[in-house]
């Protein structure tokens, strides 16, 4: 059930990603000392993911707010940018969707990452 519903989250995703088709470049210079994100994600692009990711994963994103949710995909998408390694980028997503006692699978992370990499 969970790959049927990550699998439905993706395909929504990129099937708006179709229909508002490409949005301008919102990235920004990194800074190295920074804990935030170096992209920043079309609010469209990352309103979409919020849904879907909670749609999605409802034991993750439960008493998250919005801004935190997308914070993972902003994290993830400088990430992708910065050219870090696919494994790294997942290992990363696990982290970042820690909620108390419950953490992301492999699985899961995959999804989350292939969704997010959509939006980059």
Do not use: W
């Not at 989250?9 to 994100?37: I, K, Q």
């Not at 079309?42 to 409802?58: E, I, Q, T």
């Not at 034991?59 to 400088?78: E, F, I």
Request: glycine residues 6%; proline residues 3%; negative net charge.
């Amino acid at each position: 059930m969970r790959r049927t519903t990550a699998a439905i989250a993706a395909g929504t995703t990129v099937f708006v990603l179709f229909l508002s088709g490409c949005g301008e470049d919102t990235s920004v210079a990194a800074d190295p000392t920074s804990t935030t994100p170096a992209v920043q994600v079309d609010p469209g692009k990352a309103a979409m993911f919020v849904v879907s990711y909670r749609n999605a994963f409802p034991k993750l994103a439960q008493d998250r707010d919005d801004a935190a949710v997308r914070g993972v995909l902003d994290h993830t998408c400088s990430d992708v940018a910065a050219g870090v390694s696919e494994a790294d980028t997942v290992a990363g997503v696990v982290r970042r969707t820690e909620n108390g006692a419950t953490t992301a699978t492999q699985e899961e992370a995959q999804a989350i990452y292939e969704m997010a990499e959509l939006m980059c």
